[in-house]
């Protein structure tokens, strides 16, 4: 997979339902730059000292800016929607824990798992772990429904 932080994922992995297994797994990589939460600010509204201003940081217990949480658990989308299960897995629910800061420079691991399959409905339950040089700082379980190859076919 490619971890290059100034183009958008150009390789795509499609898997139906049917190609699922209980244990894949697929990651990504992101360097966590400021523009990057500057720029998460302004499409949420979320305009947090602690993320945008490095003189209101110091004076907290992180010490210096911190990505948002939310904006770290983005790239678990990133990894569902365009490698495991890819394009077409659609969200139903995510849960997250938040573990420790995503300073700007970090470089976050994004690791998901298939933990359970859900034949009757299509669904795939992922474990999804986001790390910091090996060291976790949000886990949590993505809930995804799945197409099958069948739902794609045409004449």
Known sequence: MHSDN???FLELRVLYF?????GMS????????????????EITGD???????EHFAAR???????AHGLYT???ISAV???RLPGPGAVYIS????FLAPVRLGDTVKVDVSVIELMAERRRARLHCVCSVEGTPVLEGEALVKVPARTETRTG
């Not at 049917?18 to 209980?22: G, M, R, T, V, Y």
């Not at 305009?47 to 201003?53: A, M």
């Not at 907290?60 to 911190?66: A, N």
């Open 60 to 66: 907290t217990p992180f010490g210096t800016r911190v």
């Open 26 to 41: 697929a990651s990504f990589e992101k360097t966590v730059s400021s523009s990057d939460v500057v720029g998460f600010a």
């Open 80 to 82: 569902l929607g365009t």
């Open 47 to 53: 305009r947090n000292p602690i993320h945008l201003s």
């Open 18 to 22: 049917e190609d699922l297994e209980l």
């Open 94 to 97: 995510q849960s997250l824990h």
């Open 6 to 8: 100034h183009r958008p």
């Open 73 to 75: 658990a983005s790239l």
